[in-house]
């Protein structure tokens, strides 16, 4: 048997052991879910003499017999509640933030791996094939040591939690204990796939065993994402309990625990988060490579590493205020007290705290792709109209972030006649902030559209109607936006509501519809010069370091948000709080311990930065060039 072949019938047998891994738990899971009333705990109550109790699921209303104990009532003292001599939720808060950072930092990046792997592999262009090759391991190699950091940051939090919130804990490991064996199992499985896929990448680089390789990482992300989504159904059993009676008893069916109202679009909205905050946070570790960059060479790689990030995170958050809306509607159809906590009540300007982060983070983006065009000739004649997409950013942006009503002393108050101010209060509501949102991200597709075709010339026959069909379409999208965010304003709330939707087809339309016509446009488009990568202003580094800081600020503000809306309750309806700390912070409080976590994050994010810079300088050169040519030109990357 010859060395090639030894090497693929290794790399088949990893690939399909690490299957087995994949499947092992769900092999091992598949009695636990189709249990249902014939659970094993119900057997033991069928014996002689026993009788069956029976429950009725609080969100299902379906009958089960019930296999668990009553959600203990907690008592303010040191056996539910140890003190020491600190706010206990102050601590957990800290180490479940930090775990989230970086468990969301690991989960991204081998997706962002897999995509340009792939695009690696299916490439002609050898040079091209090499550079994304690169580029992905570069991805992988950061996240590596961040992986080991989320591991010990889940030990931690699991210890904080076991020492200062133990009942409550005990409780929610005996609600998921048919699917806790998994977990582990599927942590075990996903650090296995990733150290193959990391000490492997140079021994299955070619031919057959590269492709065994590319399915190795498929393998990764599936376990990272089933990873996620079981993390998701404990948030989601929190907010909007099921599978359990009003005394909180286990009632025999896991699915309907981990299946509760809101997990769907937590899922979706973490998958979707999670991904942008990634290519920020990648974006930002090439922004700080390029300004430390000493040659032109690196210069390039760093700044074409940093676009590429840019481009993918970018790509994820323009869906996520959708996924936003998805979830904060579900919420309201959970239990609308909720969402009137969220949208309308206490929690209410937080969500203004949370439009101007996500403004930032657009007006960053737009900012970075004005200053990008720099390094293309022929970009010039775009130039001109930028001012134009200012305008339209400001104005959007300031119509998003306007408040309903004023944070005000009672003087004030008096003075004004009221808690609406007679002009703001006509703007800070959602039909008003829906325009102004669908604005901002419309003129965000707009500037890359401008970008995709800035050293471009279109040779196809029909340009000319294609660019004024183009125009015309962007210019009915905004008309249409802004017409129906001055329309709500004539119709009952109810019906209001439902003009989000339009909206969105309109804004979703230009990205799509557009992205497209502009791709066929550009096919074979004559080029007015190359892309100078490395040849782009500091401020623009800087720009992708404001994004990566505004997506994890908003991060840890929405992961703030949506534990306080159960208020005292650590299971909603179900399990009460009654520690001393079963209040809501004030919004100060809250911003300062959300700044806290970020800058922490980012101490330690450079520190695996600075760890990572340690381990590429014992690379051969050879190994690190990657990157043909002082100035290299990835025409088919954009």
Same mark, same amino acid.
């Given at each position: 048997?010859?060395?090639?072949?030894? +090497?693929?019938?290794?790399?088949?047998?990893?690939?399909?052991?690490?299957?087995?891994?994949?499947?092992?738990?769900?092999?091992?899971?598949?009695?636990?879910? *189709?249990?249902?009333?014939?659970?094993? &705990?119900?057997?033991?109550?069928?014996?002689?003499?026993?009788?069956?109790?029976?429950?009725?699921?609080?969100?299902?209303?379906?009958?089960?017999?019930?296999?668990?104990?009553?959600?203990?009532?907690?008592?303010?003292?040191?056996?539910?509640?140890?003190?020491?001599?600190?706010?206990?939720?102050?601590?957990?808060?800290?180490?479940?933030?930090?775990?989230?950072?970086?468990?969301?930092?690991?989960?991204?990046? !081998?997706?962002?791996?897999?995509?340009?792997?792939?695009?690696?592999?299916?490439?002609?262009?050898?040079?091209?094939?090499?550079?994304?090759?690169?580029?992905?391991?570069?991805?992988?190699?950061?996240?590596?040591?961040?992986?080991?950091?989320?591991?010990?940051?889940?030990?931690?939090?699991?210890?904080?939690? @076991?020492?200062?919130?133990?009942?409550?804990?005990?409780?929610?490991?005996?609600?998921?204990?048919?699917?806790?064996?998994?977990?582990? @199992?599927?942590?075990?499985?996903?650090?296995?796939?990733?150290?193959?896929?990391?000490?492997?990448?140079? +021994?299955?680089? =070619?031919?057959? @065993?590269?492709?065994?390789?590319?399915?190795?990482?498929?393998?990764?992300?599936?376990?990272?994402?089933?990873?996620?989504?079981?993390?998701?159904?404990?948030?989601?059993?929190?907010?909007?309990?099921?599978?359990?009676?009003? $005394?909180?008893?286990?009632?025999?069916?896991?699915?309907?625990?981990?299946?509760?109202?809101?997990?769907?679009?937590?899922?979706?909205?973490?998958?979707?988060?999670?991904?942008?905050?990634?290519?920020?946070?990648?974006?930002?570790?090439?922004?700080?490579?390029? /300004?430390? *960059?000493?040659?032109?060479?690196?210069?390039?790689?760093?700044?074409?590493?940093?676009?590429? &990030?840019?481009?993918?995170?970018?790509?994820?958050?323009?869906?996520? !205020?959708?996924?936003?809306?998805?979830?904060?509607?579900?919420?309201?159809?959970?239990?609308?007290?909720?969402?009137?906590?969220?949208?309308?009540?206490?929690?209410?300007?937080?969500?203004?705290?949370?439009?101007?982060?996500?403004?930032?983070?657009?007006?960053?983006?737009?900012?970075?792709?004005? $200053?990008?065009?720099?390094?293309?000739?022929?970009? =010039?004649?775009?130039?001109?109209?930028?001012?134009?997409?200012?305008?339209?950013?400001?104005?959007?942006?300031?119509?998003?972030?306007?408040?309903?009503?004023?944070?005000?002393? !009672?003087?004030?108050?008096?003075?004004?006649?009221?808690?609406?101010?007679?002009?703001?209060?006509?703007?800070?509501?959602?039909?008003?902030?829906?325009?102004?949102?669908?604005?901002?991200?419309?003129?965000?597709?707009?500037?890359?559209?401008?970008?995709?075709?800035?050293?471009?010339?279109?040779?196809?026959?029909?340009?000319?109607?294609?660019?004024?069909?183009?125009?015309?379409?962007?210019?009915?999208?905004?008309?249409?936006?802004?017409?129906?965010?001055?329309?709500?304003?004539?119709?009952? *709330?109810?019906?209001?509501?439902?003009?989000?939707?339009?909206?969105?087809?309109?804004?979703?339309?230009?990205?799509?519809?557009?992205?497209?016509?502009?791709?066929?446009?550009?096919?074979?488009?004559?080029?007015?010069?190359?892309? =100078?990568?490395? +040849?782009?202003?500091?401020?623009?580094?800087?720009?992708?370091?404001?994004?990566?800081?505004?997506?994890?600020?908003?991060?840890?503000?929405?992961?703030?948000?949506?534990?306080?809306?159960?208020?005292?309750?650590?299971?909603?309806?179900?399990?009460?709080?009654?520690?001393?700390?079963?209040?809501?912070?004030?919004?100060?409080?809250?911003?300062?311990?959300?700044?806290?976590?970020? @800058?922490?994050?980012?101490?330690?994010? /450079?520190?695996?930065?600075?760890?990572?810079?340690?381990?590429?300088?014992?690379?051969?050169?050879?190994?690190?060039?990657?990157?043909?040519?002082?100035?290299? $030109? !990835?025409?088919?990357?954009?």
């Amino acid at each position: 048997m010859g060395l090639a072949t030894r +090497k693929k019938v290794f790399s088949i047998m990893a690939l399909c052991a690490m299957v087995g891994l994949l499947l092992f738990p769900i092999v091992m899971s598949l009695p636990t879910p *189709a249990s249902g009333e014939e659970a094993p &705990a119900a057997d033991g109550a069928k014996k002689e003499g026993d009788k069956v109790e029976k429950g009725r699921d609080v969100y299902y209303k379906t009958e089960g017999i019930v296999v668990g104990a009553p959600a203990p009532k907690t008592t303010d003292g040191p056996k539910d509640y140890p003190r020491y001599n600190f706010e206990s939720r102050v601590l957990l808060w800290f180490a479940n933030q930090q775990h989230l950072y970086y468990g969301s930092f690991v989960l991204a990046v !081998p997706i962002f791996c897999m995509v340009i792997e792939f695009m690696g592999v299916v490439t002609k262009d050898k040079a091209l094939a090499k550079r994304y090759d690169q580029l992905a391991y570069d991805f992988i190699k950061i996240s590596l040591t961040a992986y080991s950091l989320t591991a010990i940051l889940g030990g931690i939090l699991i210890f904080t939690f @076991l020492t200062l919130y133990p009942a409550f804990f005990g409780y929610l490991s005996s609600i998921f204990r048919p699917v806790m064996h998994i977990y582990a @199992l599927m942590f075990v499985a996903e650090s296995g796939t990733l150290y193959i896929y990391y000490y492997g990448w140079d +021994k299955m680089k =070619e031919g057959f @065993l590269k492709w065994i390789h590319l399915s190795m990482s498929v393998i990764l992300n599936v376990i990272g994402t089933l990873l996620m989504f079981l993390a998701n159904s404990w948030i989601g059993f929190m907010m909007s309990p099921a599978g359990v009676d009003e $005394q909180g008893r286990f009632l025999g069916n896991i699915w309907h625990v981990i299946h509760t109202a809101l997990w769907n679009p937590l899922n979706v909205h973490r998958i979707l988060g999670n991904m942008a905050f990634g290519g920020g946070v990648v974006a930002a570790y090439a922004a700080y490579k390029f /300004l430390a *960059a000493k040659t032109e060479e690196d210069r390039a790689h760093y700044d074409w590493m940093g676009y590429i &990030a840019m481009a993918l995170g970018v790509a994820f958050l323009i869906p996520l !205020p959708f996924a936003g809306y998805w979830l904060m509607r579900e919420v309201y159809a959970y239990r609308q007290q909720m969402g009137i906590t969220l949208m309308g009540g206490l929690l209410a300007w937080l969500f203004i705290i949370q439009a101007t982060m996500i403004g930032i983070l657009f007006l960053s983006t737009n900012y970075y792709l004005w $200053q990008a065009m720099g390094r293309m000739r022929g970009a =010039e004649k775009y130039q001109r109209y930028i001012k134009y997409l200012v305008f339209l950013l400001a104005v959007g942006f300031l119509v998003f972030i306007t408040p309903h009503t004023m944070v005000m002393t !009672p003087a004030e108050l008096k003075a004004m006649g009221g808690q609406q101010h007679p002009v703001l209060g006509n703007y800070g509501v959602m039909s008003a902030k829906n325009g102004g949102i669908n604005v901002i991200i419309t003129t965000t597709v707009l500037s890359f559209v401008w970008y995709m075709r800035g050293n471009k010339v279109s040779t196809v026959s029909w340009a000319k109607f294609g660019n004024i069909f183009m125009g015309v379409f962007f210019a009915c999208a905004y008309v249409n936006i802004v017409w129906l965010a001055i329309y709500g304003y004539y119709i009952p *709330a109810n019906v209001r509501v439902g003009l989000s939707v339009p909206q969105v087809a309109t804004t979703l339309s230009c990205l799509f519809f557009m992205f497209a016509l502009n791709s066929v446009m550009m096919k074979g488009a004559k080029q007015m010069g190359p892309i =100078e990568w490395g +040849k782009i202003s500091a401020r623009s580094q800087y720009a992708l370091i404001m994004l990566a800081t505004a997506f994890t600020w908003m991060m840890g503000l929405m992961g703030y948000i949506r534990s306080s809306v159960r208020l005292f309750w650590h299971v909603n309806e179900i399990m009460r709080d009654n520690s001393p700390w079963a209040y809501t912070h004030t919004v100060g409080f809250a911003a300062n311990m959300i700044s806290f976590n970020v @800058l922490f994050f980012w101490i330690s994010i /450079l520190f695996v930065f600075w760890l990572g810079s340690l381990a590429a300088k014992k690379v051969p050169v050879e190994a690190k060039a990657g990157v043909p040519g002082s100035a290299p $030109q !990835p025409a088919g990357s954009h």
